[in-house]
């Protein structure tokens, strides 16, 4: 059989039955096909419109496709894609003195994945045990944690479903209770090297850390000589409110990684350290794709927006507008807690199966998320409107009002 002449031509079957055959099933989709996206809405392939209320989870920090990414992307690829990653590019410099220069880190290791960039801050952090704690390797995690899929990330994961997968896991990840100081405390040991912790545990249902546990585990890592690691691959680059979660928790981490929105919808990751925890040598760490100007551009473009002076108190009124409605929303239908910062928000659907709205939802044209049986999260564009707050609000209120009338009838 002949492969067809023009692939990008290739009409869409609306069943999408042919296509997804030869795609590995690794989550179930529904049986639509994005085609297009502008800020807050997506299209598929029948024209339909959906507000987007997840944003490539939490990806997309200034919306699908905004004029400053595209131009960015545009400019960067005319002038140089990728020289590699043995060479230095402009894009790059720049990113690392703008992201060194908001934040306590001294230096930057650019990768192209979260679960990358948490995979380099284990490394970090071993060759550090190596170099100045005589071979110690153990890193504390947390239950309920999320760090990545690559074999090393998905042991540091605290998910119970991952606990079976893919044995034998990554020796070293010692999983304590989050915001349990004591525990934290006891599960040091001689070999212990580091603390790796979610500021808001995003995948296991936006899960605030407490700020005195926080505190707590900083006063830990002082007191036994271990490097404090913040995974902000979720809450970093302003979707909490403050350019990086830490700040908020007024610590001053060691190691820190960013991912998600970092790029603004491609895929490029950052581990940061602080000078004394910058102990790679030539030859621990690389990656082909590594810092190459073209995402380096797009993650340049979404800095320069956020950094401007509006934009986080944008955020932050936006967010707060956003609580209120959801505590209204919460009250009236005897719903559950409304948690989380910035633009990371959650609630607790007790007695609502969330997939299940997230489900309805999606047929009525609004794009939701449900990282718990009986949570949903909210992660949408940082820029967005209150108007695009109150029409996901109106869909949400629609679906519950239903479900309401079906039971009582
Ligand atoms: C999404 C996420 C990761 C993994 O990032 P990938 O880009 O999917 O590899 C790691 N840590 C946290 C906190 C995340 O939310």
């Known amino acids: ?5 023009d692939i990008t031509s290739n009409p869409i079957d609306p069943s999408l039955a042919i296509q997804k055959e030869h795609l590995m099933p690794i989550t179930p989709r ?27 989870w939490a990806v997309n920090t200034l919306g699908h496709s905004p004029t400053v990414i ?56 071993r060759k550090w045990g190596q170099l100045h704690k005589s071979g110690a390797f153990k890193i504390i995690t947390f239950q309920q944690g999320f760090h990545g899929r690559t074999l090393a990330t998905m042991s540091a994961t605290g ?62 890592c002082k007191k036994h000589n271990l490097l404090l690691i913040i995974d902000e691959v979720q809450t970093g680059i302003a979707r909490t409110g403050s350019l990086f979660a830490y700040e908020q928790f007024q610590i001053q ?18 581990l940061l350290a602080k000078k004394h ?13 590594n810092g190459n100007p073209l995402m380096c551009a797009s993650a340049n473009a979404v800095l ?15 967010s707060e507008y956003f609580q209120q409605q959801l505590h209204t929303l919460s009250v009236t239908f005897g719903l559950g807690e409304v948690r989380g910062k910035g633009l990371l928000l959650a609630l607790d659907t007790p007695h609502h199966s969330a997939p299940l709205i997230v489900q309805k939802a999606l047929a009525l044209g609004v794009l939701l998320n449900a990282p718990r049986e009986n949570t949903l999260r909210f992660m949408p564009a940082l820029n967005i409107s209150h108007a695009e ?11 519950l009002n239903d479900t309401q009338q079906a039971a009582s009838c």
């Open 277 to 289: 925890a910058c102990c790679f040598e030539y030859g621990d760490q690389g990656g082909t794709f």
């Open 304 to 318: 320069s927006t956020v950094l401007s002076p509006e934009f986080l108190p944008h955020i932050n009124s936006v």
């Open 389 to 399: 707050i109150d029409l996901g609000l109106a869909c949400l209120t629609r679906i």
């Open 70 to 125: 595209q131009q960015a992307l545009l400019e960067q690829s005319a002038q140089l894609i990728n020289p590699g990653p043995a060479f230095f590019n402009k894009p790059m410099i720049n990113l690392a003195a703008t992201l060194c220069s908001h934040s306590v880190f001294d230096q930057v290791f650019f990768a192209n994945s979260g679960a990358e960039a948490n995979e380099g801050a284990i490394k970090l952090a």
């Open 30 to 56: 529904p049986a639509i096909c994005f085609v297009e996206g502008k800020g807050d809405y997506l299209y598929d392939q029948s024209g339909k419109a959906y507000l987007d209320l997840v944003q490539g």
């Open 159 to 220: 998910k119970d479903t991952f606990a079976p997968l893919f044995e034998p896991k990554v020796d070293g990840f010692i999983k304590v209770p989050f915001n349990q100081l004591d525990a934290t405390e006891q599960a040091i040991d001689k070999q212990t090297v580091a603390i790796m912790l979610e500021l808001i545990q995003g995948e296991a249902g936006v899960i605030p850390a407490d700020p005195d546990f926080v505190k707590g585990v900083e006063a830990l």
């Open 253 to 270: 981490p060691d190691i820190m990684t960013l991912g998600k929105g970092l790029g603004g919808g491609v895929p490029i990751s950052a």
């Open 1 to 5: 059989m002949s492969a067809p002449t």
